[in-house]
DNA sequence: CGCGGATCGTGCAGTCCGGGCAATGTTGCG
DNA sequence: CGCAACATTGCCCGGACTGCACGATCCGCG
């Protein structure tokens, strides 16, 4: 499944040209780094980066499309009796512990990075915005309704993305002190109760 | 205020430039038209195209940043005693009544053209992004935290954009035969419920 | 009325993004 | 070992977008 060195290879090189060019923009800015910078220090040539991202700012974002499925299959995969809503917070739980403990400064340094530049910003939007789309539909099933007759699948999507960026963006003003999934939790919390107001 | 023929010839070839976009992007899809196309059909100089928007996209889109704000301003204006929820929920009301009532053909055609066109819809991700950053800020004023200390602003901001989303998916999905103000309205009952699996 | 100052439209030149094509090298399979 | 598949790369091109400089237009003030 993972073997084969060409697969491992690719991996490699598509790591490189994301780690480099979250490196690069980190010291000199988005404006400072062409990709012909990235791809020099991940050591391919410049045309071969196209291979790997389709733009400069997705390399960056560094999220692919294969990792934006992923909520949606767990979420078909929980059990059947749970709720739309008690399967999201399943699947959130797990994805938030998953991003805290992977190689430590890339979600820290990915979400500096991003947070400093508003078109990053708008790039990870599209990235959670693609990935609700997928979500919607699975919700849809699980409800029975169909997405385009009910409101319910696409503002639950929709609105699960918003938890988990409220929680990336608590994590992120904590300078990385807070949990994850505590924070994610917390949103879901709100949303449960609808959302009223905190008291002080 | 609005005087000045100046400004009305400005705001008069934003629009023009809009459409202008909006229509040739309907015929020939968004790669079929360059820059210069819009420009020729609104009768102005290519040069002058990027001094009303900063990119083809933007343009097709077609919201300015001003309206951005407008969200944000008119939730500060809500009443002291309503709660967040309560005020968000107005002003959306106030919102999709003026978008469904506009001449006509616009909203539509924008939100057609959009949807075709994944590059789109996440543009469109990011301009309500940067209005959910706005709003965030309002309400962590009125419910008297930091956006920093608390998640709540953020969810909160994060998942009006939802609603508002979700209800223009659902009048396009309409083919826009039902109501928009009906629509965004059904979302907050979902969302103030604590978004119960609906019944079938 | 008319005269600066500010603002807008425009052309030109240049950089960079991003993609199609074809040659070359590398990997994996029989 | 040899062939087929695929990845890398170079070349080239059109289109997006920017900085600059100049002319035209509009606005406010005397």
Redesign the interface.
Known sequence: MTSGLRERKKLATRLALHQAALQLVAERGLDGVSVDDIAARADVSPRTFFNYFPTKDDAVVGIDASAVGQAAERFAARPAHE???EALRAVHAQQATEMAGEPETLWPLRLRVIDEH?VL???L??V???AERALAEAIAVR???A??????P???A??S???M???L??WL??DFTASLPA?VD??WD?????????R?
């Open positions: 709720s739309p809503v508003p910003i708008a790039r939007h599209a959670f915005g693609s409800t029975g309704t997405v385009g007759a009910d409101v319910y696409t503002l639950l929709a609105v993305g918003a938890a960026r409220a929680g963006h608590a003003a904590s924070l917390e949103a709100a949303l449960a109760a609808g959302l009223p107001a905190p002080r």
